[in-house]
């Protein structure tokens, strides 16, 4: 299933998961220029004279290229529909930015998804170019995956790093959904904090990286966005505002499935409650199946 005849990955666990294999490695990121790990799930009866559809995991704040893949039970669904995954880190490790460990929103485990373009993040902090090329590049010539079919979805900052690669580049990522995604960073806390630092004052600097004002600037996906939301999360109203997205797409003709559920809050509780209904949606688009 991996093939690596340049040996450019180190395989840190391999084990049997729903029928497939999923495996943990790391290897030489030249986007980042730092050691990067990462992790696929092949489902059975994958092989390269049989690639499979791929979809892209991008975790929240804090987490790791594991996070996503063990607490929302994405894999037994995946493996149902003969659906690949592939989960990023969510920041470069060691890049030795002073203060890169202070908090838990900026710096490591806070990548954004994006390309910093202010000294000293720069250097290292590039994940945008990472998530966005170098690991679907790699992954597409490892594993048995068909990168004409490869989705994309993600948690909070995932969510908006999902919906941010999507609508900047739909032929790459034919299908998209996202978990309490910040849907407009630019105004928002946490937003704000990581912009400014990764990207400088100048504001309209952001608007590439925020996904409502992408929609605002013409941007769309030919799909329709499947985003959940947990009425009961703590990050509704001050980081996330889903309706503001809501309110960009309706006025641009964006097709959004905004689902709002009372009782649900900003955990992978949430996430594992409705990540079949998103492995379905993917699938839909990706293998043709009916949702
Ligand atoms: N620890 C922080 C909050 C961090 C947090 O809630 N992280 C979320 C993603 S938030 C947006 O990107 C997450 O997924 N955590 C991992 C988990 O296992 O739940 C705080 O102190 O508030």
Known sequence: MLSDPGGELTTRAEHACCGG?????????RALGLEARFAVFMPAGASMARRVPVIHLLAGLTCTEETFLIKSNVIRFAARHGIALVATDTSPR???VSGEDDAYDLGTGAGFYLDATRAPWDAHYRM???VGDELPHLTERLFALDGSRRGIMGHSMGGHGALVHALRAPQKWKSVS???PIVHPAIVPWGEKAFSTYLG?????WAAHDATLLLKAGHMHPTTILIDQGEADQFLHDQLRPDLFRDAATS???ALDLRLHAGYDHSYWFIQSFIEDH????AAILTGTPA
């Open 279 to 282: 492995v379905r949606h993917h």
């Open 252 to 254: 641009v003709g964006q």
């Open 128 to 130: 945008g170019t990472y």
């Open 21 to 29: 294999r999923v495996g943990f490695y790391s290897h030489a990121s």
């Open 201 to 205: 004052a100048d504001r309209t600097t």
């Open 178 to 180: 996202a978990f309490a």
């Open 94 to 96: 060691g890049a030795g």
